[in-house]
């Protein structure tokens, strides 16, 4: 790293802590009262004998705060209450509770950028976020074979094709099925003939019966081929006219992977065809171990891709698995989504949202007025334009950027949500020295 990366790095690595130090600047020791400089900094007194003190443009009433009450006179705040003087605070404070924070002056929040705003009311979901993997729906997707082995004739689809229910796909002759359309022919002269006969009474009742039972069942082979009662008909009375077998789709949908290729010979249960309904598509999803007890069939799993910035596709969780992974400790889950444009493919990844509760009418702050101290969520609540409270709050749902709380503000109470830094960085800065001289 040369000397000026090194300049330019050690100059963006102190600048939170000169922005955090201008606004702790200290009030000039000449506003102090004459004999009251005993800690040479902080000065502790009761509000009625420091009314008078340099309070930093706040009203009487704030300033007094009550007869009686310990003021810090460097920041015109309650001892007990100043975040500054008292950093250890932090962690002793409940949800609704605050620390103080008064900067140098009444424009250093404004310098370093800080922008307040009203919480909003709104609607948010609370979910389990996870990842996912489309797939073709697999109780909308088959393989269509040859269901006898022959010479193909013709292919009527084509990779893309579309097709309806029971449309032919392909063309089949198969000697098998020469056979059977030979036999249902030569068991259907042998009925006429035997019913005549029997009308003359030349011939028995029994032979008349052997010859409908052959029938039949020289019929019910070419109807396990696919051939309806009309063809088996038809092809009676054309005996010499070639018969081609044809190949249909059992349900409508696009046709994904073709292997048919006219003229080649195929065995029985060969696969032709692959056919799918994408008018839904599965979402493979997997669950964290930790969340498996917030999830449930039925539940509405939003997804969101890449290739759709912006758009959110909706689905319904349908099955979770019955095991967890032993390396990942995720479930396996699957959620049954909507199709009905065709965009969403196979294999694509999404970010996925399991929505397990829906909160109406929440108050809503973004992600960036959220700080951590002590481990805790705070919120910089605006009390002046020198002042703000460090509010210990609770944090409901989460998405899409912001976050709902659920106790701890007012929806009528103004928020630092940008630029929030330089505050936290006044209120813990008295770590390094810069705090109360004498607690």
Not at 260 to 267: I, N, Q, S
Not at 357 to 364: I, P, Q, V, W
Not at 408 to 422: I, Q, R, S
Request: hydrophobic content about 45%; proline content about 4%.
């Amino acid at each position: 790293m040369n000397d000026t990366m090194m300049k330019t790095f050690d100059k963006l690595m102190i600048l939170p802590l000169i922005t955090a130090l201008g606004l702790l600047s200290a009030c000039s020791k000449s506003d102090e009262p004459a004999g009251n400089n005993e800690h040479d900094g902080h000065n502790h007194a009761p509000a009625a004998a420091t009314k008078d003190a340099h309070d930093h443009g706040k009203p009487d009433n704030e300033a007094a705060a009550g007869a009686g009450t310990m003021m810090c006179l460097e920041h015109n705040v309650p001892v007990a209450e100043c975040g500054i003087c008292k950093p250890q605070l932090v962690a002793t404070l409940k949800v609704g509770e605050s620390a103080k924070v008064r900067l140098a002056s009444g424009d250093s929040a404004a310098i370093a950028g800080v922008e307040t705003a009203l919480p909003t009311v709104g609607n948010i979901a609370d979910g389990v976020e996870c990842y996912a993997e489309l797939t073709f729906n697999q109780n909308k997707l088959a393989q269509i074979a040859a269901p006898v082995g022959g010479i193909i004739q013709e292919v009527i689809a084509d990779l893309g094709t579309r097709v309806a229910e029971k449309q032919a796909v392909a063309k089949i002759w198969s000697a098998a099925i020469a056979e059977s359309v030979a036999k249902a022919v030569l068991t259907h002269q042998t009925l006429d003939r035997e019913r005549k006969l029997r009308a003359d009474r030349v011939t028995s009742e029994k032979d008349l019966q052997q010859a409908e039972a052959e029938h039949r069942t020289a019929c019910q082979q070419l109807r396990t081929l696919g051939f309806t009662e009309e063809q088996i008909d038809a092809l009676s009375t054309r005996p010499q006219e070639q018969v081609l077998m044809e190949v249909r789709a059992p349900f409508a949908g696009e046709i994904l992977e073709r292997t048919a290729v006219r003229g080649a010979l195929v065995e029985a249960g060969k696969p032709l065809f692959t056919l799918a309904d994408r008018s839904t598509m599965w979402a493979m999803l997997n669950i964290p171990e930790a969340a498996l007890g917030r999830v449930k069939e039925g539940q509405t799993v939003e997804l969101s891709f890449e290739s759709f910035p912006g758009r959110i596709f909706t689905g319904k969780l349908t099955w979770i698995g019955a095991e967890v992974d032993d390396k990942s400790r995720m479930a396996r889950a699957r959620a049954e989504v909507p199709n009905p444009e065709g965009i969403l493919k196979a294999r694509m990844f999404a970010q996925a949202q399991i929505l397990t509760r829906t909160a109406e009418g929440a108050l809503l702050l973004p992600h960036s007025a959220i700080q951590r101290l002590e481990g805790k969520p705070f919120v910089f609540v605006k009390l002046a334009d020198d002042l703000f409270d460090a509010r210990a709050v609770r944090l409901g749902a989460s998405f899409d950027g912001r976050v709902e709380i659920t106790a701890g503000l007012k929806p009528h109470e103004t928020v630092a949500v940008n630029h929030v830094f330089p505050l936290k960085s006044a209120l813990l800065i008295s770590r390094l020295g810069a705090g109360c001289a004498d607690d």
